[in-house]
């Protein structure tokens, strides 16, 4: 094989193994990021359950003061009732201690209800807790492993950089040059393995230019995609 090319082949894989590496430390900030608004959606749900048990309790207080306020009304008519002169005035006085009995029994059913329903917030409060605990526990183990996983990649992409910058002082700056512009336009596939057909493009090789290509002696392009060629056989792939 044509050094350059076998340097370009061994280039082109590194290129490949870099991109990834970088496309992949993009990606896990986000994937962190996303992590988090899952946490924050979890708060907020968390927050709206609190408010609603805040009114609630405001509610049950009211209700509270109002039967207090109702019950010291109706201790006021049963102290009157020894001291009215009529009949009429007497009856008067069960039919509103009456009614303020009746309100007060309403108003004692309201908190049942209430206190059924702050029971019940309570209880989905602590699973959202609980389940909120969980969450973030579980996001800060997966940050720290994203977060060492970025540290290994970068790693890895100094060491795969040198690799590159060493193997493109090798290669014969014109055809190094050749590579790149071809890369740029190829999606960074510059070249492409030989057997009948382009592996890159998959259009017929000329069985001339295949010959050329088997020899090694010369740098040949693909008549169709123009990428480098270098002798592949379909069954050794
Ligand atoms: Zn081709």
Not at 35 to 52: G, I, K, N, Y
Not at 114 to 140: F, H, Y
Request: charged share 35%; glycine share 6%.
């Amino acid at each position: 094989m044509h050094p350059d090319i076998e340097k370009l082949i061994e280039l082109q894989e590194l290129e490949i193994r870099i991109r990834r590496a970088a496309a992949r430390i993009e990606q896990l900030p986000r994937e962190m990021a996303a992590m988090e608004e899952q946490l924050v959606a979890t708060r907020s749900l968390l927050d709206s359950q609190e408010a609603a048990l805040g009114r609630i309790a405001a509610e049950r207080r009211q209700l509270e003061g109002e039967i207090q306020i109702v019950e010291e009304k109706i201790s006021k008519y049963r102290s009157q009732l020894s001291e009215v002169k009529t009949n009429e005035q007497y009856k008067a006085l069960l039919h509103e201690i009456d009614f303020h009995g009746e309100r007060i029994s309403k108003m004692e059913d309201e908190i049942l209800v209430n206190m059924e329903k702050e029971e019940g917030l309570r209880e989905a409060r602590l699973l959202l807790e609980q389940q909120l605990q969980k969450e973030s526990a579980r996001v800060d183990r997966e940050k720290q492993v994203a977060q060492n996983e970025i540290e290994e990649i970068r790693i890895e992409l100094d060491g795969r950089r040198r690799e590159a910058d060493a193997l493109i002082a090798l290669v014969t700056p014109e055809v190094y040059e050749t590579y790149r512009k071809i890369a740029a336009v190829r999606k960074g596939v510059a070249l492409a393995g030989a057997g009948e057909n382009c592996r890159g493009c998959h259009v017929r090789v000329r069985p001339s230019v295949l010959g050329q290509v088997m020899g090694g002696k010369q740098i040949v392009h693909c008549d169709s995609c123009d990428r480098f060629l270098y002798w592949a056989p379909d069954s050794a792939t």
